[in-house]
């Protein structure tokens, strides 16, 4: 019985890891188009040194809201940094690593 019962579980437990591993290609999906539009705010301020939401926006295409949420989460983690000013704009530069 015991034999049964332990054969049932290690089923179970394989049934359950695969459905684990299965990715929801929406979220896949949405993650990639986030990492993508992070990449190119990124770029765009690398290449400039310094820039401005609306610069960003131009550039890259992505709507100033999206930059600016963008630019936000970046500053926050580090990755950013506020520069100066720029036209009444704040100017955003990479941080040095």
Do not use: H, W
Not at 9 to 21: A, F, I, N, P
Not at 36 to 51: C, F, W
Not at 71 to 80: E, H, I
């Amino acid at each position: 019985m015991l034999m049964v019962v332990s054969c049932s579980l290690r089923l179970r437990m394989k049934l359950m890891s695969k459905e684990k591993r299965k990715v929801d290609k929406a979220k896949a999906k949405a993650m990639a188009e986030y990492a993508k539009k992070r990449g190119l705010i990124i770029k765009e301020i690398k290449n400039r040194e310094s820039a401005t939401i609306p610069e960003i926006s131009e550039a890259t295409g992505i709507q100033e809201s999206d930059v600016f949420k963008y630019v936000t989460a970046l500053t926050q983690f580090g990755k950013v940094r506020i520069a100066g000013e720029k036209g009444g704009y704040i100017t955003y530069a990479f941080a040095k690593e």
